[in-house]
């Protein structure tokens, strides 16, 4: 009768747990504890211990991505400036002037051009888990191929022209800046389209500025319609005024 009362106490179970934990490195549960519970307290407090280490592991990560961020950033404005940029872009060996600096900057859904701030920063080296300069610089491929995606690529395309209205209010790009643009971010993928249009562009009269819906109408233009011969443009449809010229002029110079 006794032993009949012992298993139903539970001390079966703690031979049980002693069969799993008799490496001696897990303590015991307490007799009579049902085993279930324990076993699920161990889990918890195993979760608990990687989530305290990957905080420690995220925290100096930070740490050394805020670090970077000050020896770039001018230290009466706390953001990294335009000389600051310079400088990064030396270190990591990019030229100012090229794409994915641009693309850097879409990254960090940075504000004002030519300036990142603090917030900017840590959230786009830690989205390309970079914090140091060498990782920057073997991110930049990657990032590259990210901005390419046409599910990123319309996103960064809006976001290039954005980047370039520096005051407040501004609605519209100059035309010179607007065809520095169009290379700069399509002409890689839409070389002839794109050396077409800044030709007429430059040499037209009619827009002296461009604004979003004009520059997101190129984009498309570049991207749906059939090239040089315009088979599928129709004037009809909701396109910018400024293509039906350019179609236009494009067809005036074939014939």
Not at 13 to 24: H, K, V, W, Y
Not at 225 to 231: G, R, V
């Amino acid at each position: 009768m006794r032993r009949s009362v012992s298993r139903k106490t539970g001390q079966t179970n703690s031979t049980d747990a002693t069969d799993l934990f008799r490496s001696g490195t897990v303590p015991l549960p307490p007799p009579h504890f049902p085993f279930i519970f324990y076993f699920n307290l161990l889990c918890f407090n195993y979760d608990m211990n990687n989530q305290s280490i990957d905080r420690k592991a995220s925290s100096k990560e930070m740490e050394r991505i805020d670090n970077l961020f000050y020896s770039y950033a001018n230290k009466s404005s706390g953001m990294i400036d335009p000389e600051g940029i310079e400088s990064l872009c030396s270190d990591i060996e990019v030229s100012h002037t090229d794409v994915r600096i641009l693309m850097l900057a879409w990254k960090m859904k940075a504000e004002k051009q030519g300036y990142f701030t603090l917030e900017e920063w840590r959230r786009g080296l830690k989205a390309l888990r970079a914090d140091t300069v060498n990782k920057l610089k073997k991110a930049l491929p990657d990032l590259e191929k990210e901005v390419k995606r046409p599910t990123n690529f319309q996103d960064f395309y809006a976001f290039a022209f954005r980047y370039c209205l520096t005051e407040e209010k501004q609605k519209s790009v100059d035309i010179e800046s607007v065809c520095e643009l169009l290379g700069l971010v399509l002409g890689s993928q839409y070389r002839a389209q794109v050396d077409y249009l800044i030709e007429y562009l430059k040499i037209q009269s009619d827009y002296k500025v461009i604004n979003m819906d004009q520059w997101m109408g190129f984009y498309r233009f570049c991207n749906e319609i059939s090239f040089p011969d315009f088979n599928n443009y129709d004037p009809n449809l909701a396109w910018p005024l400024v293509l039906d010229n350019f179609v236009e002029w494009m067809k005036a110079k074939q014939t």
